[in-house]
């Protein structure tokens, strides 16, 4: 089983940026790796989602143009960098892998159909 390990969350000032990691304990097959995010007194939504395939990536309407999801060449780490962040990007991002069927535009933001989880990364946009 692949296990999940995010790094790189931290405090920022709005329209600051930080990059997000992904490292999973070994290789895998290809698979549909997502960022997730959940802030407090809020339900967990999706942020991106990737195709370790082909690179197809999907984004959440409101990151569109400002995060990037990427998958390092190694195949085992996935990225978020977000940019122009805002307070209302403030939450823990969680990294999620789910089978590759579920990489697709109406299925890519439902968290119950991914199956393995990181245990997050604190992400704070304050002044």
């Known amino acids: 089983q692949v296990h999940l390990e995010e790094s790189g969350g931290g405090s920022v000032q709005p329209g600051g940026s930080l990059r997000l990691s992904c490292a999973a304990s070994?290789?895998?097959?290809?698979?549909?790796m997502g960022w997730f995010r959940q802030a407090p007194g809020k339900e967990r939504e999706g942020v991106a989602t990737?195709?370790?395939?082909?690179?197809?990536?999907y984004y959440a309407d409101s990151m569109k143009g400002r995060f990037t999801i990427s998958q390092g060449n190694a195949k085992n780490t996935v990225y978020l960098q977000m940019n122009s962040l805002e307070p209302e990007d403030t939450g823990m991002y969680y990294c999620?892998?789910?089978?590759?069927?579920?990489?697709?535009?109406?299925?890519?933001?439902?968290?119950?159909?991914?199956?393995?989880w990181g245990r997050g990364t604190q992400v704070t946009v304050s002044p």
């Open positions: 999620a892998a789910a089978q590759p069927e579920y990489c697709r535009g109406d299925y890519w933001s439902q968290s119950r159909r991914y199956t393995r």
């Open positions: 070994d290789t895998y097959s290809n698979l549909c």
């Open positions: 990737i195709y370790t395939g082909t690179g197809r990536s």
